[in-house]
């Protein structure tokens, strides 16, 4: 067993869209491009996780789907069995395949105990065996600070972290937004933070199917300008993506929404609609590599998610942020300070409207600061040093009183 390579998972809760995987495909991708000799595996909760590109040594174990409405209840998205039977199956699955695993490191995504505590069973059964360090990773915004204090407080997340993690790892940097202070976390919780900046997402070009261009089915004409809207997952992006349809867009430009596999049928039939009748309109449902859309991109329209926002700032692109406020404020506060620096513009969702859509393009692009000249963005080269910090410490002490979860 000491000769083996290394092996690390990585867990994403989910939940809302496809932005714990693709953040962790994208950190998994890195770690497998780097000088260590790991093996990986993703825990997943998505059907479309068959769909991105994977690289070597990286494989995906997928989860019954969960979903949270707007009103922040959460319940199974395909499944038509309780809430508490589908968690049960996940929290057991997740358990058994890394008894299996036997990592060395696992990287959870967000949620020390997972979605609904389904992690609780797996962190116990990590730390009666001794093998496996535990880091939480976290994106640069969570939500409001008293949110996340009432939140963290009710879920025990803060010594769930003392207990069980051996880092908390932070992707984004505190110039922007610094978690630590921000969300007065204790002394004990901050010395285990490292901030590895911002995820530079051109690197997804690389690890992107060479053969898949999604502009090629779409029989755009030469010249014109490229305006892109994205909704994420889309869930709760039909009033963006229908507010851009109605949209007036200027004379030379192409107006492209990527809709998310998981907008409402109804939602994605009406956008289909008015594009066959308009020739400056393309539809697509699904993409699995957003970043060839966004490299091409002349400007975008976005919600303001975590990979949406880092994709923008990657590619130096003009955008124009209409975060979600609910049932999280994540997305509102990110906007807010990046526009303070200049590096985006906003619209706050209550002035949504399909002239405000339209007044913005119009304009068209206008000259924007260098997003590396104020913000770091050396997270990928980062993240491979921390692991390696992270393997070479000891495995939190056993504690003999837990019992694996196959026990």
């Known amino acids: 067993m000491s000769a083996r390579k290394r092996r690390v998972a990585l867990y994403s809760p989910g939940i809302v869209g496809l932005g714990h995987m693709r953040r962790h495909l994208l950190i998994a991708q890195a770690l497998a491009n780097s000088p260590l000799e790991l093996v990986l595996l993703l825990i997943a909760e998505a059907r479309q996780a068959g769909a991105f590109p ?9 989860l019954p789907a969960l979903c949270r409405e707007a009103d922040g209840q959460i319940h199974p998205r395909y499944l038509d069995v309780p809430t508490a039977d589908a968690v049960a199956l996940r929290s057991k699955t997740i358990c058994a ?6 990592p060395d490191v696992l990287v959870v995504d967000k949620l020390a105990r997972g979605a609904l505590g389904e992690l609780d069973l ?60 921000e969300y007065r976390l204790p002394d004990d919780i901050t010395c285990k933070l490292r901030y590895s900046g911002y995820l530079d997402q051109r690197l997804r070009l690389k690890f992107a199917d060479a053969a898949f261009d999604p502009l090629k089915a779409l029989d755009l004409p030469a010249g014109n300008r490229i305006v892109l809207c994205l909704v994420g997952g889309g869930q709760d992006g039909a009033k963006l993506a229908e507010a851009f349809a109605a949209a007036q867009l200027p004379p030379n430009a192409i107006g492209i929404v990527v809709t998310g596999p998981f907008m409402p049928q109804e939602v994605q039939d ?72 200049g590096l985006i513009d906003m619209l706050e969702p209550h002035e949504l409207s399909p002239a405000a859509l339209g007044e913005w393009m119009r304009h068209g692009p206008r000259p ?30 056993l504690d003999p009183s837990v019992k694996g979860c196959l026990a």
Not at 143 to 157: H, N
Not at 318 to 337: D, F, T, Y
Not at 369 to 380: K, W, Y
Request: aromatic share 8%; hydrophobic share 40%; proline share 7%.
């Open 54 to 62: 994977m690289t070597r040594g990286l494989d995906c174990l997928v």
């Open 270 to 341: 009406h956008l289909r609609r008015g594009a066959a009748a308009d020739p400056q309109r393309r539809v697509l449902d699904f993409v699995p590599e957003p970043a060839v859309l966004v490299d091409r991109a002349d400007q975008i329209i976005a919600m303001g998610g975590y990979n949406t926002v880092s994709e923008v700032l990657s590619f130096e692109k003009h955008a124009l942020i209409v975060p979600r406020v609910r049932p999280s404020r994540e997305q509102w506060i990110r906007a807010r300070r990046l526009a303070a620096l």
């Open 122 to 181: 797996t962190l116990r059964s990590l730390r009666h065996r001794g093998q496996t360090r535990c880091v939480l990773g976290l994106r640069d915004v969570l939500d409001e600070p008293e949110a996340v204090e009432r939140d963290w407080t009710r879920r025990s997340e803060q010594q769930v972290i003392r207990d069980y993690f051996h880092a908390v790892w932070v992707y984004g940097d505190p110039s922007v937004y610094d978690p630590a202070v």
């Open 368 to 397: 924007l600061p260098r997003a590396r000249d104020l913000i770091d963005f050396d997270g990928l080269t980062r993240l491979p040093v921390f692991l390696e910090d992270v393997l070479a410490s000891s495995p939190m002490p």
């Open 97 to 102: 395949a890394l008894e299996a695993f036997e």
